[in-house]
């Protein structure tokens, strides 16, 4: 499985593979809260906003190569749109939203432009794999980054105790070799967590409470599909 292709105005979602998405979603990050299960146990649980998204455009194999649906959610300004947006959306009949999303799926037959896809897309109990963009931890060390232990705190170590060590030859091969663990930027790459629980689906208030953790800070937006590998 691989993603790949992020920009600033739009996610694609790819997976490489033969199994692809049956059901999928977009909605935002709200926080962390806790439930209770029947047994009284304690479930943390990942709360999510899942406005209504609008399909703007169907993307078919036999005319675009693949099957997908083209989402927005949202409401935005249509003077705060470059031309080439509100053509889009304007040519689709469609109300402008804050973002495009492309959502890959096995199969789009019975979709249709205009169609609203809500949190009942994703029913309670089931599996689902989260994508987001991780939150930005700036520039950090190789102990923090990657987990290294460290340098000894004795025997000659001098001002090297939080440093990785030796990261390469001398004269051969004179290079440090690439995807070397090393000090650099922390976070702020698209992650996705696999096998996640759905706890709770309410229609109503439009939110969907899966447990555990999710990739990003509270706001940002979060991809929500069926599982590829379904329970473990």
């Not at 790949?4 to 709200?30: C, D, P, Q, W």
């Not at 599996?127 to 930005?136: A, P």
Request: charge should be positive; glycine fraction near 10%; hydrophobic fraction near 35%.
């Amino acid at each position: 499985m691989e993603l790949h292709k992020y920009n600033l105005t739009s996610f694609r979602l790819v997976y490489v593979g033969k199994k692809m998405a049956s059901k999928a979603i977009v909605g935002e990050k709200v926080g962390m809260t806790q439930v209770w299960d029947e047994d009284n146990s304690v479930i943390p649980v990942t709360v999510l906003r899942i406005r209504p998204n609008r399909v703007v455009r169907v993307k078919t194999t036999e005319r675009d190569g693949y099957s997908a649906l083209q989402v927005t959610f949202g409401e935005k300004d249509e003077q705060k749109l470059t031309r080439p947006e509100a053509g889009h959306f304007a040519s689709n009949g469609v109300d402008a939203g804050v973002k495009l999303v492309e959502l890959r799926l096995d199969n789009v037959d019975g979709y249709e432009v205009g169609q609203e896809l809500t949190v009942e897309t994703l029913s309670e109990n089931l599996r689902v794999d989260v994508t987001s963009v991780s939150k930005g931890k700036g520039f950090a060390g190789a102990m923090k980054r990657h987990g290294f232990k460290g340098q000894r705190a004795s025997h000659g170590a001098h001002k090297v105790h939080r440093k990785p060590g030796a990261v390469g030859q001398c004269a051969t091969p004179s290079r440090i070799f690439k995807g070397k663990k090393l000090p650099g930027r922390m976070g702020n790459q698209k992650t996705t967590i696999l096998n996640l629980q759905v706890v709770q689906a309410d229609t109503e208030k439009e939110l969907l409470l899966i447990k555990g953790s999710v990739p990003g800070p509270n706001g940002s937006t979060v991809l929500i599909r069926d599982a590829v590998k379904g329970a473990v």
